[in-house]
C-alpha cells in the first residue's frame, strides 16, 4: 500500500468522491437492469474503480486520450462525462452521451478524449496506438492510455499494437486491467503465463505490475508512463491487478469463482481503502463519508430520473451518423 | 494528353495529395524504402521522407487499426494492402472500428481515411491470392467503394478519396496496373458514386466495374460484328452506387448483363442484377443476365483459372441470351 502523505485533501478527496460515484452507479444501473429499464449487455466496474480512478488523475486532461473496452462506465465517468448522460445512454435516450446509439459498452465524448468503450476484445488497443501515432506526427504534446482486460492480451491486436507502438516510439500506454477473469476463464485456464506484465518485455516496453485496489499506486504509476510518454515518446506496459465483484455481465451468475476468494478482495476494496488511510491521516470523518454517500446516491438517482424523463430518439436518427 | 499507366496514375494522385495536405500518410508493408511491391509509391519516401512514407510490419491488422485511430486524430491516411486477400486479418478493424465510431458515438468522430491496393483475381497465384473481396466491404453500411478500370478514373478517384471525411475502400487489380490511358497534365477530381459510359449503344447495356470492364469493351467490339450494339456502363463506384446512370442505360436498351469477377453468390454483381430486375422490371424485354467467376476456389492451373473468370466469350453469350439469339 502507498503512502497518501504528501497528498493533499481535495486530491484525495477527489478521488474517494469519484470512485464511490463509480460504485453507486454502477449499482443504479444493475439495479435499473432488474428493472428491465436497460437492456442488453452491461458489464459491471464494481471492483475496479481505483483503476480507472487513480489513471484519469495521472493524464492531463484537454491533451491526453482514452480508450477502452466495454466495461467503461467507470473510464467515462473518470473522464469527466456527465453520469447523468451515460445513464441516459444505458437507457437508450437521445440526450445519451452517444445520443441513445452507443450503449452500455460505447459511451463517447470526443472533446473530453474520451474515445470510448469497444465491443470487440482488444479492438481498440490498434486505434489507441493511432492516436498516438497522431499525437505525435502533429506534436500536440499529449499522449493516450488504452485499457483491456487479461481476456485481451492474447489477441493479435494487442501483439501488433505493442510492436508498432516499440518500433515507432509512439506516447501510448498499454494497461492491461487483469481481473483476473475473462468472461468465466481464470487467467491460468488461458494462459501459459500469469504474470501478464511479462509480456510487454518481447517488445522491449518497460513493463510493471501495479496493486489495482490501490489508488494511489494507479496513479503515480500511470502518471509516469503517462509523462515518459508524453515527453520521451516511449510506450509502457502496466499490468493492474484488480478484481470485479460482479459477473461478467448481468447475465452471469459467476459461478466459477469461490465465495472464500471473492470475499478476500471485498476485505481490500479500493473505496475503503482509500477511506480507511484517509480517516487515519485526519483527513475525513465517518459522518464525513456516511453525508458524501448520501449525496452520491441522490446524485445517481438523479441520473436515473433523468434518464427516465428523456426523449427517446426520432426515427429520422435511423439515418443520420453513418456518413460525413 | 499524357499517355500512363495505372500505377503512375496513382502515383500521382497520392504524390499531389501529399503536397496538398500534410496530414496524408502512407502505410504499408515496402511502400518506402522498396516502392510499393507494385511500385504505385515509387519515388514518394525520397519526396516527403518516412513519417510520411512508412513501411510497416507485416501485421494488416496492427497498422490498418493504426490508420484507424490516427484518422479519428484528424489524419489522412492510406493504407495500402499489398493485396486485399492479406486484408481480411485486418477486416475487424475497419467494419467495427473505421466504420461504427461515427454512428456509435452519435456523429462525434468521422474516419477520412482510404485503404487501397489490388483486388481480384490475377494470374497463376492460386487460392489465396486471387480472389476479389468488393461484396465484403459494399455489405457494410459506412464504407464508400470505389473500383475504377481506366487510369484517368483512378487518379480522379483516388484524390476525392483522400479528401473524403469518410473511409473509402479503392479496389485496383493487379492485372491493371501496367494498363495505359489518357491522362490530363492539370489536377482534375472525379466525384466519388458517378457511373461512366465507356461505349453507348442500343440493343443490351453491359455493367461492370474494375478489370472486368475491359473484358466488356471487347465483348462490344465482337457483338458490334454481328450488329448488336451494346452500351457498356463502369460503375467505378459500388457505394454510392449510380442508379440513375444503370437505370437510364438499362431503360433505353431493355436488356441488361452485370459481369462481376467475383464468387457469384451474395456478391456485389448479384446485388446490381436484383436492382436492376425489381427497379426496372417494366422496362426490361427479359431476365438480366449475370457473368461472375466459378463458385469454386481460385486454381492454379492457367487454362482453368482462366476458364473461372468472366471471359469475352461468356459475356457475348450472356448478351446474346439477353437478345434472345444465339
Not at chain 1, 435516450?93 to 470526443?110: L, R, V
Not at chain 2, 490498418?64 to 486485399?84: H, K, Q, Y
Request: with cysteine; aromatic share 10%; glycine share 10%.
Amino acid at each position: 500500500m502507498r503512502p497518501i502523505k504528501g497528498y493533499d485533501k481535495p486530491f484525495l478527496s477527489a478521488l474517494l468522491r469519484e470512485m464511490l460515484l463509480i460504485r453507486r452507479f454502477e449499482e443504479k444501473a444493475g439495479q435499473m437492469y432488474g428493472l428491465k429499464k436497460i437492456g442488453g449487455f452491461c458489464h459491471l466496474y464494481n471492483g475496479q474503480e481505483a483503476v480507472c480512478s487513480g489513471a484519469a488523475a495521472g493524464m492531463q486532461r484537454g491533451l491526453d486520450r482514452l480508450l477502452t473496452g466495454y466495461r467503461d462506465h467507470g473510464h467515462a465517468i473518470s473522464l469527466g462525462l456527465d453520469p447523468k448522460t451515460l445513464m441516459a445512454e444505458l437507457y437508450g435516450k437521445a440526450t445519451g452521451c452517444s445520443k441513445g446509439k452507443g450503449g452500455s459498452m460505447h459511451m463517447f465524448d470526443y472533446a473530453k478524449g474520451m474515445w470510448g468503450g469497444n465491443g470487440i476484445v482488444g479492438g481498440q488497443i490498434p486505434l489507441a496506438t493511432g492516436s498516438a501515432f497522431a499525437q505525435k506526427s502533429q506534436k500536440d504534446g499529449g499522449a493516450t492510455i488504452v485499457f483491456f482486460g487479461d481476456g485481451a492480451i492474447h489477441q493479435g491486436a494487442f501483439h501488433e499494437a505493442m510492436n508498432l507502438a516499440a518500433t515507432w516510439k509512439l506516447p501510448v500506454v498499454f494497461v492491461c486491467e487483469n481481473n483476473q477473469y475473462g468472461m468465466g476463464s481464470a487467467v491460468d485456464r488461458v494462459s501459459s503465463v500469469t504474470d501478464l506484465y511479462v509480456k510487454g518485455q518481447a517488445y522491449n516496453i518497460p513493463s510493471k505490475m501495479v496493486d489495482g485496489m490501490d489508488v494511489i499506486a494507479v496513479y503515480e504509476e500511470v502518471k509516469a508512463a503517462m509523462d515518459t510518454a508524453r515527453t520521451k515518446f516511449e510506450p509502457s506496459f502496466l499490468e493492474i491487478k484488480t478484481y470485479r465483484y460482479k459477473g461478467h455481465s448481468m447475465s452471469d451468475p459467476a459461478k466459477y469463482r469461490t465465495k472464500e476468494e471473492t470475499e478476500a478482495f471485498l476485505a481490500q476494496d479500493p473505496i475503503l481503502l482509500l477511506k480507511g488511510r484517509m480517516e487515519e491521516a485526519k483527513l475525513l470523518t465517518e459522518d464525513q463519508y456516511k453525508d458524501l454517500d448520501r449525496e452520491l446516491k441522490d446524485l445517481v438517482m438523479g441520473c436515473v430520473e433523468f434518464a427516465e424523463a428523456s426523449p427517446e430518439p426520432g426515427y429520422e436518427e435511423i439515418y443520420t451518423d453513418i456518413y460525413v | 494528353m499524357a499517355i500512363i499507366t495505372m500505377r503512375e496514375a496513382l502515383r500521382q494522385a497520392l504524390d499531389e495529395e501529399m503536397t496538398r495536405e500534410t496530414g496524408v500518410v502512407i502505410l504499408g508493408e515496402e511502400v518506402a524504402q522498396y516502392d510499393g511491391a507494385y511500385k504505385v509509391t515509387k519515388g514518394l519516401l525520397e519526396k516527403y521522407g518516412p513519417d510520411r512514407v512508412i513501411d510497416t510490419p507485416i501485421t494488416e491488422l496492427g497498422f490498418t487499426g493504426l490508420a484507424v485511430g490516427a484518422a479519428f486524430a484528424g489524419m489522412r491516411p492510406v493504407v495500402e494492402w499489398m493485396t486485399f486477400q492479406f486484408g481480411l486479418l485486418a477486416i475487424d478493424q475497419l467494419i467495427h472500428n473505421a466504420v461504427k465510431y461515427r454512428s456509435m458515438s452519435g456523429g462525434q468522430f468521422k474516419c477520412p481515411m482510404v485503404v487501397r491496393g489490388p483486388n481480384g483475381p490475377a494470374e497463376f497465384l492460386g487460392g489465396q491470392h486471387s480472389q476479389s473481396f468488393a461484396s465484403y466491404f459494399v455489405h457494410v453500411p459506412g464504407f464508400k467503394v470505389v473500383a475504377p478500370s481506366t487510369p484517368y478514373d483512378a487518379k480522379g478517384l483516388l484524390k476525392s478519396a483522400i479528401r473524403d471525411d469518410n473511409p473509402v475502400i479503392f479496389l485496383e487489380s493487379e492485372m491493371n496496373y501496367g494498363h495505359k490511358g489518357e491522362v490530363p497534365e492539370g489536377e482534375y477530381l472525379i466525384e466519388i458514386g458517378k457511373a461512366d459510359l465507356k461505349r453507348e449503344g442500343n440493343d443490351v447495356t453491359l455493367v461492370s466495374f474494375s478489370k472486368p470492364v475491359a473484358m466488356c469493351l471487347q465483348a462490344a467490339e465482337e457483338l458490334a460484328k454481328e450488329g448488336i450494339q451494346a452500351e457498356v456502363v463502369d460503375l467505378r463506384s459500388l457505394v454510392p452506387l449510380d442508379e440513375e446512370l444503370v437505370y437510364a442505360s438499362v431503360r433505353k436498351t431493355n436488356r441488361a448483363v452485370v459481369v462481376d469477377e467475383a464468387w457469384p453468390k451474395a456478391s456485389v454483381g448479384s446485388w446490381i442484377q436484383a436492382k436492376i430486375m425489381q427497379d426496372c422490371f417494366d422496362d426490361l424485354d427479359a431476365p438480366v443476365e449475370f457473368v461472375a467467376s466459378e463458385d469454386v476456389p481460385m486454381p492454379y492451373n492457367h487454362t482453368l483459372e482462366l476458364e473461372v473468370q468472366p471471359t469475352v466469350a461468356k459475356i457475348v453469350a450472356a448478351a446474346k441470351r439477353a437478345l434472345y439469339r444465339s
